[in-house]
């Protein structure tokens, strides 16, 4: 009856689960947020529970009420102060708000009560009970199931039979409609922010008598809550609750039968993982849409300031051996900042792991020493190594996930490996740690007991190596092929840059960078402690990165300095206010994207650049003028333009063969057949929903075919990848535009042409090549008029020069056959007068194959060879524009009263 007994225990810890679970689906459902300190909501009700019970004198159940209330109120308080500014905010910005918040209440706890456990009474009985023979239970655990059952149940009647749920449900799904029928989608988010943080209060309370109160791992019950959450898709409270109860008890059968530490802790992740790898993709949708992203910096180097603060770095830690000390940790912290913003700022991909990750190559380096004797240089050196190899294995769920889902991800991952092998005394040494031998390079004594200062300059000399190779990264083709991805994966798929592969690389490179400054670190003593490397320092690591400044160089060593242990402490030791410094660091989060108003849209809020910008303002301030502002993009003088002729593609012919293309039960496209052949426009029309960006989409590889096929010149392409396609000599542009918006025209068009050379993947680390436009591309450039803003930041360009840049972008490479998807939308009738000559451009000058989508009639018409109609996913008829215009059903269907062809009158 072992197993039975362990089963009802899982379903008590599972009933608190459940709990956190139900708030994270309120919250959710309440303004569309995954509340990330949904734990550190229980943290804080269980020390307001432990408060007024141990001083106030009043009643368990009064304390409770407390609890309760008190949390309910702080989660309003979250929501009005820091959410409700952001309302416009990215969803990326958001997720890190509520890591700010996590980090803020459980660095407060540490402040207030230290890190040691408390031991607070209960308020219910904890007498067992024996539902069957031999099988007891503490009638608390009990109690605990009832109170789940009975909160998911008010809470899905709620949702399903009143006013209130149905409001949430319609503001949920559309604020601003919500809004214009009198219900306040900010009132309605402030509500569910209280009650989900009330649950969370309860939970908080009844857990902390079960496992003692401490501030750093009851955070954490954040995880198993996801899981939960996720099986209900954060909408169904009664599928989060039976998911919770099961997730628990997982985790007590396993506790039961496997004698391994960790691995009861690494269910949730289990479930996480199948659950969102299942139902992500590869690529987005074309409905995916795109966050704002972090500023990025331009990757420079400035030797003079760099020289001058190196040299003052390394004097003062020639001058004092404490000075040398403090400076090494905040050099360290650095190293592994350096690999958020390489995986977080350039690559734009959420990673929870990294500090983690600075704790695997801790380990095998000091392995490596302690049980091989291997000198220290070469424990270093595999230690980054495996990292690398384990950081790609990290990055795998990055082909399928992106954005929170993500993060949710990477946050399961860390609590894994954390709970297997970084705090497991099997391998880790518990508190004795991992001795290691006394750090020598090439017989020189480096070691950092007897001799910080030569330790603390090795650091610094890796920092320096470090933060150069990024640099070089940022500035290269990679850093390029990255900052595309980040912006717009389709866009960066259809330009031929291996996405899936860019990835993989970010992580990598990070993961690598993070072994290098973790095993640093951890060297600096001669007792290596893997299991300081905990979940929560990886999440202070990418909160503090964001203070500084996710996207440059300079803001990653700003955000070093307020990690504890480095400089930071070092300042404020002396006002005895150290133990302050995670507080101030999580609050400095909370302002620096609040204060944004936008989130990430342009993170040079970040505090470097944030300072420097202000500076510079101020120099720059007496010589603004306003009365006779110049041009930001000035048109060339007459004369100046150069006369470069098109180039001449390679003749190839797009054939399609009863294409069919489904989206679940719903037809977008059946039994289409066209040929597009070389030096010639093919327009296709329709309506709105008639299946023409399908139609691009299934050529282009970015929807699947159910039925039918495309050939390239004589090459079938079923199977092959977007990147494939547009190598072989097949390109797009988007109805949306998708340019890389952290970059300028040049970098824009050179990622065009970027011949994605597997060699530029090491090379790029250590000598950049900047941006090389190819000979299609500069005649792209000139015969676009596009070589007046070729410097620009394309955020900078006006509507119609930015839909001339996507194409001009697509032309880069030369292609056989290029498909423009909606190229005129939302231009003047000039600008579309002139993209028309464009377009025949394309064809009679560069020989491609033009197959052009779109809604303007006119245009289409006076500038195709033939059309195809398409109503429905189906042909509605074909031919030459003059036989379009007089054909009667598609008068009738689509262009109203025609009078001469190409010039209709739309009905």
Same mark, same amino acid.
């Given at each position: 009856?072992?197993?039975?007994?362990?089963?009802?225990?899982?379903?008590?810890?599972?009933?608190?689960? !459940?709990?956190?679970?139900?708030?994270?689906?309120?919250?959710?459902?309440?303004?569309?947020?995954?509340?990330?300190?949904?734990?550190?909501?229980?943290?804080?009700?269980?020390?307001?529970?432990?408060?007024?019970?141990?001083?106030?004198?009043?009643?368990?159940?009064?304390?409770?009420?407390?609890?309760?209330?008190?949390?309910?109120?702080?989660?309003?308080?979250?929501?009005?102060?820091?959410?409700?500014?952001?309302?416009?905010?990215?969803?990326?910005?958001?997720?890190?708000?509520?890591? *700010?918040?996590?980090?803020?209440?459980?660095?407060?706890?540490?402040?207030?009560?230290?890190?040691?456990?408390?031991?607070?009474?209960?308020?219910?009985?904890?007498?067992?009970?024996?539902?069957?023979?031999?099988?007891?239970?503490?009638?608390?655990?009990?109690?605990?199931?009832?109170?789940?059952?009975?909160?998911?149940?008010?809470?899905?009647?709620?949702?399903?039979?009143? +006013?209130?749920?149905?409001?949430?449900?319609?503001?949920?799904?559309?604020?601003?409609?919500?809004?214009?029928?009198?219900?306040?989608?900010?009132?309605?988010?402030?509500?569910?922010?209280?009650?989900?943080?009330?649950?969370?209060?309860?939970?908080?309370?009844? #857990?902390?008598?079960?496992?003692?109160?401490?501030?750093?791992?009851?955070?954490?019950?954040?995880?198993?809550?996801?899981?939960?959450?996720?099986?209900?898709?954060?909408?169904?409270?009664?599928?989060?609750?039976?998911?919770?109860?099961?997730?628990?008890?997982?985790?007590?059968?396993?506790?039961?039968?496997?004698?391994?530490?960790?691995?009861?802790?690494?269910?949730?992740?289990?479930?996480?993982?199948?659950?969102?790898?299942?139902?992500?993709?590869?690529?987005?949708?074309? @409905?995916?849409?795109?966050?704002?992203?972090?500023?990025?910096?331009?990757?420079?180097?400035?030797?003079?300031?760099?020289?001058?603060?190196?040299?003052?770095?390394?004097?003062?830690?020639?001058?004092?051996?404490?000075?040398?000390?403090?400076?090494?940790?905040?050099?360290?912290?650095?190293?592994?900042?350096?690999?958020?913003?390489?995986?977080?700022?350039?690559?734009?991909?959420?990673?929870?792991?990294?500090?983690?990750?600075?704790?695997?190559?801790?380990?095998?380096?000091?392995?490596? =020493?302690?049980?091989?004797?291997?000198?220290?240089?070469?424990?270093?050196?595999?230690?980054?190594?495996?990292?690398?190899?384990?950081?790609?294995?990290?990055?795998?769920?990055?082909?399928?996930?992106?954005?929170?889902?993500? /993060?949710?991800?990477?946050?399961?991952?860390?609590?894994?490996?954390?709970?297997?092998?970084?705090?497991?005394?099997?391998? =880790?040494?518990?508190?004795?740690?991992?001795?290691?031998?006394?750090?020598?390079?090439?017989?020189?004594?480096?070691?950092?007991?007897?001799?910080?200062?030569?330790?603390?300059?090795?650091?610094?000399?890796?920092?320096?190596?470090?933060?150069?190779?990024?640099?070089?990264?940022?500035?290269?083709?990679?850093?390029?092929?990255?900052?595309?991805?980040?912006?717009?994966?389709?866009? !960066?798929?259809?330009?031929?840059?291996?996405?899936?592969?860019?990835?993989?690389?970010?992580?990598?490179? /990070?993961?690598?960078?993070?072994?290098?400054?973790?095993?640093?670190?951890?060297?600096?003593?001669?007792?290596?402690?893997?299991?300081?490397?905990?979940?929560? +320092?990886?999440?202070?690591?990418?909160?503090?990165?964001?203070?500084?400044? #996710?996207?440059?160089?300079?803001?990653?060593?700003?955000?070093?300095?307020?990690?504890?242990?480095?400089?930071?402490?070092?300042?404020?030791?002396?006002?005895?206010?150290?133990?302050?410094?995670?507080?101030?660091?999580?609050?400095?989060?909370?302002?620096?994207?609040?204060?944004?108003? *936008?989130?990430?849209?342009?993170?040079?809020?970040?505090?470097?650049?944030?300072?420097?910008?202000?500076?510079?303002?101020?120099?720059?301030?007496?010589?603004?003028? @306003?009365?006779?502002?110049?041009?930001?993009?000035?048109?060339?003088?007459?004369?100046?333009?150069?006369? #470069?002729?098109?180039?001449?593609?390679?003749?190839?012919?797009?054939?399609?063969?009863?294409?069919?293309?489904?989206?679940?039960?719903?037809?977008?496209?059946?039994?289409?057949?066209?040929?597009?052949?070389?030096?010639?426009?093919?327009?296709?029309?329709?309506?709105?929903?008639? *299946?023409?960006? =399908?139609?691009?989409?299934?050529?282009?590889?970015? /929807?699947?075919?159910?039925?039918?096929?495309?050939?390239?010149?004589?090459?079938?392409?079923? *199977?092959?990848?977007?990147?494939?396609?547009?190598?072989?000599?097949?390109?797009?542009?988007?109805?949306?535009?998708?340019?890389? @918006?952290?970059?300028?025209?040049?970098?824009? #068009?050179?990622?065009?042409?970027?011949?994605?050379?597997? +060699?530029?993947?090491?090379?790029?680390?250590?000598?950049?090549?900047?941006?090389?436009?190819?000979?299609?591309?500069?005649?792209?450039?000139?015969?676009?008029?596009?070589?007046?803003?070729?410097?620009?930041?394309?955020?900078?360009?006006?509507?119609?020069?930015?839909?001339?840049?996507?194409?001009?972008?697509?032309?880069?490479?030369?292609?056989?056959?290029?498909?423009?998807?909606?190229?005129?939308?939302?231009?003047?009738?000039?600008?579309?007068?002139?993209?028309?000559?464009?377009?025949?451009?394309?064809?009679?000058?560069?020989?491609?194959?033009?197959?052009?989508?779109?809604?303007?009639?006119?245009?289409?018409?006076?500038? +195709?060879?033939?059309?195809?109609?398409?109503?429905?996913?189906?042909?509605?008829?074909?031919?030459?524009?003059?036989?379009?215009?007089?054909?009667?059903?598609?008068?009738?269907?689509?262009?109203?009263?025609?009078?001469?062809?190409?010039?209709?009158?739309?009905?």
């Amino acid at each position: 009856m072992n197993e039975l007994t362990f089963i009802l225990i899982g379903i008590g810890t599972g009933s608190l689960y !459940a709990l956190v679970a139900q708030g994270l689906v309120l919250i959710f459902r309440g303004s569309g947020i995954v509340n990330f300190a949904q734990g550190a909501f229980a943290l804080f009700g269980a020390y307001v529970y432990y408060n007024v019970a141990e001083h106030a004198g009043a009643s368990l159940l009064v304390c409770l009420l407390v609890s309760v209330a008190a949390t309910g109120l702080l989660g309003v308080l979250v929501q009005l102060l820091v959410l409700m500014p952001m309302r416009r905010a990215s969803s990326l910005s958001r997720l890190i708000v509520t890591l *700010g918040v996590l980090v803020t209440i459980q660095a407060a706890a540490v402040v207030i009560y230290g890190d040691r456990n408390l031991v607070v009474r209960s308020l219910l009985p904890t007498n067992g009970i024996e539902l069957l023979p031999g099988a007891r239970i503490g009638a608390d655990r009990i109690i605990i199931l009832a109170i789940g059952l009975v909160t998911t149940a008010v809470l899905w009647a709620v949702f399903r039979y009143t +006013s209130y749920g149905r409001v949430t449900t319609a503001v949920a799904q559309s604020p601003r409609t919500a809004a214009t029928l009198g219900h306040s989608p900010d009132r309605i988010a402030a509500v569910n922010w209280g009650v989900g943080g009330a649950v969370s209060g309860l939970a908080g309370a009844l #857990i902390v008598p079960l496992t003692n109160l401490e501030p750093i791992n009851l955070p954490l019950i954040v995880l198993p809550a996801l899981a939960a959450a996720l099986v209900g898709g954060f909408a169904s409270f009664p599928l989060a609750f039976v998911a919770a109860l099961l997730i628990g008890v997982a985790e007590s059968l396993m506790a039961l039968h496997l004698n391994q530490p960790g691995v009861s802790q690494s269910v949730p992740f289990l479930v996480v993982m199948v659950l969102l790898m299942v139902r992500g993709r590869g690529l987005p949708l074309r @409905s995916h849409l795109l966050d704002r992203l972090p500023g990025v910096g331009d990757g420079r180097v400035r030797p003079v300031p760099v020289l001058v603060v190196v040299a003052l770095v390394a004097l003062a830690m020639l001058t004092s051996g404490e000075a040398a000390s403090y400076l090494t940790v905040t050099v360290t912290m650095a190293i592994l900042c350096l690999s958020v913003v390489v995986v977080t700022g350039y690559a734009g991909q959420v990673s929870l792991a990294q500090y983690v990750l600075g704790g695997v190559g801790a380990f095998v380096a000091a392995t490596l =020493s302690s049980g091989h004797g291997m000198p220290f240089l070469a424990c270093l050196a595999l230690a980054v190594l495996a990292t690398m190899i384990l950081g790609g294995l990290v990055g795998v769920p990055a082909l399928r996930l992106r954005g929170i889902n993500l /993060a949710i991800v990477g946050l399961g991952l860390s609590v894994a490996v954390y709970s297997l092998l970084l705090n497991n005394e099997r391998y =880790s040494g518990g508190v004795d740690g991992i001795p290691v031998e006394p750090v020598t390079i090439l017989g020189w004594e480096v070691d950092p007991f007897f001799h910080p200062e030569r330790y603390a300059l090795l650091c610094l000399a890796a920092l320096v190596v470090v933060a150069l190779m990024v640099s070089n990264l940022r500035r290269g083709d990679i850093g390029r092929r990255l900052l595309a991805l980040r912006s717009s994966e389709r866009a !960066a798929a259809s330009l031929g840059v291996n996405v899936y592969w860019c990835k993989i690389y970010a992580f990598m490179i /990070a993961a690598g960078i993070a072994a290098l400054g973790g095993t640093l670190f951890a060297f600096m003593q001669s007792i290596v402690l893997t299991a300081q490397f905990g979940v929560m +320092s990886s999440v202070n690591l990418i909160t503090v990165t964001v203070v500084g400044g #996710i996207g440059s160089l300079p803001g990653a060593l700003v955000g070093a300095t307020l990690i504890p242990g480095g400089l930071g402490t070092w300042l404020l030791n002396g006002a005895g206010l150290q133990v302050w410094l995670p507080l101030i660091g999580g609050v400095s989060v909370l302002l620096v994207l609040r204060a944004d108003q *936008g989130g990430l849209a342009d993170l040079n809020v970040g505090l470097y650049r944030s300072l420097r910008d202000r500076l510079r303002s101020l120099g720059n301030a007496a010589e603004v003028s @306003s009365d006779h502002p110049e041009p930001d993009h000035p048109e060339p003088a007459p004369g100046t333009r150069r006369d #470069i002729s098109p180039v001449r593609v390679s003749p190839l012919e797009l054939r399609v063969e009863d294409l069919g293309v489904r989206y679940g039960g719903v037809v977008a496209l059946e039994g289409v057949n066209l040929r597009v052949k070389p030096g010639t426009v093919h327009g296709i029309m329709g309506p709105n929903g008639a *299946g023409k960006t =399908s139609l691009v989409d299934a050529l282009t590889g970015f /929807a699947q075919v159910a039925a039918g096929t495309a050939y390239l010149g004589d090459r079938r392409l079923d *199977g092959c990848s977007p990147m494939r396609r547009s190598r072989l000599g097949l390109r797009r542009s988007f109805q949306s535009v998708e340019l890389f @918006s952290s970059l300028t025209t040049r970098d824009n #068009i050179a990622i065009g042409c970027d011949d994605g050379a597997p +060699s530029s993947y090491i090379t790029g680390l250590l000598w950049p090549k900047g941006p090389r436009l190819s000979e299609a591309a500069e005649a792209a450039l000139e015969k676009f008029g596009l070589s007046r803003v070729l410097d620009a930041p394309v955020e900078s360009l006006s509507f119609g020069d930015r839909r001339l840049v996507a194409i001009a972008r697509a032309v880069a490479s030369a292609p056989s056959v290029i498909l423009l998807d909606e190229p005129a939308s939302g231009l003047a009738d000039r600008e579309s007068a002139e993209l028309a000559a464009l377009v025949r451009s394309l064809a009679d000058d560069w020989g491609m194959a033009v197959l052009l989508v779109e809604h303007n009639i006119n245009l289409v018409l006076s500038v +195709s060879d033939e059309i195809t109609v398409l109503q429905a996913g189906r042909v509605l008829a074909h031919g030459t524009p003059a036989e379009i215009s007089a054909d009667q059903s598609v008068v009738d269907a689509y262009l109203g009263q025609s009078t001469t062809p190409g010039e209709v009158v739309i009905s």
